[in-house]
């Protein structure tokens, strides 16, 4: 065989065989860990990507002769709680993915030491815990106990006592609860009842509506649903739903993303073989049903359905417009907007979207635009953990100072921890403190939307 140097071909994905003997197998995971690490050392193109590879490169760079097989084994770990699966390594900068024959798939071979790791009781509770999106969003939209916690968790004390428990850094930006729960305010169904398809589009929309937007921020549900009402695009909010997996899925909680995904795949199922086009408005969530579910169950029928009927907001949108089925009677401008697109977005292989839309925007209405496309570094939990909150804030810095650097009057990112995370190190980096928006609700003030 001849071994090329680089690949030209797409990247291609194997599906994770999670539930084989071998794939717990604690001798060979480390075995094959050795070997993509050795083709990482002598590569070394993602390092700037995430802490994860500074840290492999440290270790091989204090051996003796500066090679992997010099690395104590016991250190693996240390490259492991670095990875927050974003993917971009895998999607954005690794030459030597499948097809290539080296087969290199470093967040699976991390995802697989995560799930050994689990498997072996080596995670703690605090962090089990806030996998749990489900068990404290419960607490959203009751009232009084809603307002106190989120009066209790802005306060020094409940936040060291966070610290201590939970490995939660006391700087670190949480998201509040919800007054009311997004599934409990907007109507189950829309008005518009006609459905016109389109070639690139179904003419309904079966609305997920994701932890996020549930139990913490419903304003970002409720501009899709204002947005998907103008343009008489009848929705419906699914029947009942879980949490989407991801946060389980970077603990290497498999078990428990099986067990969320039994939960919803029959539900989303069938909308998808109804005819409906599945919108979540949080890109992990999305990402979670369109690449890691059908890689973790890849013969499962009704997750191929649900995958293909999946959409993120502004590639629905953007697709309704390819159609000319989308209304583009916008209204307001939008002024200085710094748009982020978040990782779990740029993975989808959907493109930018999003930016495609605030574009289209700016032909009727003024609108200055930047695009900041690279990691904000906030990751889910790794952004909030004791450990890694400082890290996260090191690997936002590029995007703090280029979303600040037009002087916006309003900052965006698809994803709703990334634009929180952006602002605080905004104002970390001492930056003047603009409106933070999703784009879906710029989107609505565009239309004039009350």
Known sequence: MTLREGNLEPPTRHPVDWQSADYRDEAKALAEMERVFDICHGCRRCVSLCQSFPTLFDLVDATP??????????????????????????????????????????????????????????????????????????????????????????????????????DVHPDAWLPPLATKRFRSTVPKKGDATAVVDGER??????????????????????????????????????????????PKLELGDLEGVARLKAKNIPVLARYAREGWAIVTAVPSCTLMFKQELPLLFADDADVKLVQEAMFDPFEYLIARHRDGLLKTDFKQPLGKVSYHVPCHGRVQKIGRKTEEMLKLIGQTVAVELTTVERCSGHAGTYGVKTKTHPIAMKIGKPVFRAMAAPSPDVVASDCPLAGHHIAQGMANEGKPAPALRHPLGLLRRAYGIE
């Open 65 to 166: 002769d500066g090679e992997v097989h010099g690395v104590d084994k016991k250190d693996y770990g240390k490259v492991v709680e670095q990875c927050y699966l974003c993917d971009l390594c895998y999607m954005t900068k690794c030459p030597y993915v499948p097809p290539h024959p080296w087969n290199v798939d470093f967040p699976h071979v991390m995802l697989r030491a995560k799930a050994i790791r689990f498997g072996k009781g080596e995670v703690d509770a605090g962090a089990k815990l806030l996998a749990k999106t489900d068990v404290h969003g419960q607490l959203s939209g009751i009232p009084i106990v809603t307002q106190a916690v989120n009066a209790a968790n802005r306060t020094p004390p409940v936040r060291k006592l966070l610290d201590k428990t939970l």
């Open 201 to 246: 589009s179904p003419g309904k929309v079966a609305l997920f509506s994701t932890c996020i937007v549930n139990y913490n921020e419903p304003g970002i549900g409720l501009d899709l649903v204002a947005v998907l009402e103008h343009n008489a695009i009848p929705y419906e909010v699914v029947a009942k739903e879980s949490c989407c997996g991801m």
